[in-house]
């Protein structure tokens, strides 16, 4: 327990038998559940997890391989089946300072946040060390984060050092959620639709022996369509959808006239919704949305 909270942290791996050993070892004592995702890894990742003497552990053996999202999200559910009160995604290659763990519980603990994500560059002197080319990289990414999630004091957003409440992570749709690197960005996009409080704290980077599997290249062609795309999302069902159910509520109750029109209008954008992102719901009003539910505005209900 951190203070009254049951910690679970999740950890997804992906061929990590070299390091995931040590990554467990180094877990402080209070954490309460260690839930382990082997994403099909194809060296001895499994059985350097089922081989631990940890009683702690819980161990998943992914069918296939999904990516660092689906693995995060199979922790996820068994992490809230288990009651824990908080979710940390820690990563399998030891590259996250188990030190750093009260530093992202502390403002949830507090009731100041939802959701606490790392971020390397809290101060400009982390920025300046940096090549220009992946600064700006950097910084252009970070820009468009903030369009399409509205968190504007949020930096460093691909950050895979996150802990969310338990309550936060129902207010978002899993099936909304990326399988792949741009994971953290997605869970932004859609606590930033419930009006989720997210908050940056500073964790220096800690780079160890693993080459980052996200090249630049790929994050530069890859993530700016789905921001892009997440960007339109938000200001379709912000300011456009909600708007509108608000405009039909007239002080004598709804309009037929206005509800029709309402109607037709969510319609079409409903179809230009679905060209631009996947099928599926869009907010789920979940009895369970009531962490801190009343000091963030009830949000929920204009959405479902
Ligand atoms: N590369 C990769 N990592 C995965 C996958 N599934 C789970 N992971 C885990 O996701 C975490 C982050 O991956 P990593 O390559 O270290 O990315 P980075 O540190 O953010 O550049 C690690 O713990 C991986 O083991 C996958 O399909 N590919
Ligand atoms: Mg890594």
């Given at each position: ?5 049951k ?6 791996a ?13 877990l402080?004592s209070w954490v ?16 350097a ?13 992914l ?24 979710l940390?995604?820690?990563?399998g ?33 982390e ?27 949020v ?5 895979g ?15 909304r ?9 997605s ?38 369509p ?79």
């Open positions: 327990m951190y203070h009254d909270l910690v679970a942290v999740i950890i997804p992906f061929c990590e038998e070299a390091r995931i050993t040590e990554t467990i070892k180094t402080p309460d559940h260690i839930v382990a995702v082997d994403d099909a890894s194809t060296d001895g990742t499994y059985e997890l089922a081989n631990s003497q940890e009683p702690r552990l819980i161990v998943i053996k069918p296939e391989n999904g990516g660092v999202g689906a693995a995060t999200l199979a922790g996820f559910e068994r992490a809230l089946q288990l009651d824990a009160d908080v940390v995604k820690m990563d290659d030891g590259q996250m300072d188990p030190a750093q763990l009260p530093g992202l519980l502390e403002p949830i603990r507090r009731g100041e946040a939802d959701y606490v994500k790392g971020n390397r560059f809290l101060h400009t002197r920025l300046v060390k940096m090549p220009l080319l992946r600064r700006l990289g950097n910084i252009g990414l970070s820009f468009m984060t903030k369009l399409a999630s509205g968190y504007w004091a930096f460093d957003p691909t950050n050092y996150v802990a969310i409440h338990s309550a936060a992570v129902s207010l978002f749709d899993s099936t959620i990326h399988k792949r690197f741009f994971f953290e960005s869970i932004l996009c859609e606590l930033g639709l419930n009006r989720a409080v997210v908050l940056d704290v500073y964790i220096p980077a800690r780079y160890g022996d693993k080459i980052s599997t996200l090249s630049e290249r790929r994050a530069f062609f890859e993530f700016p789905l921001l892009l795309s997440g960007f339109l999302r938000r200001m379709l069902i912000q300011y456009f959808k909600r708007c509108l159910k608000i405009l039909c509520i007239g002080p004598h109750g709804r309009n037929r006239r206005a509800l029709r029109a309402q109607n037709r209008m969510l319609n079409l954008i409903a179809r230009l919704q679905r060209s631009l992102t996947p099928p599926k719901s869009l907010c789920r009003a979940s009895p369970h949305n009531i962490f801190q539910r009343e000091a963030l505005g009830n949000t929920a209900s204009l959405c479902d």
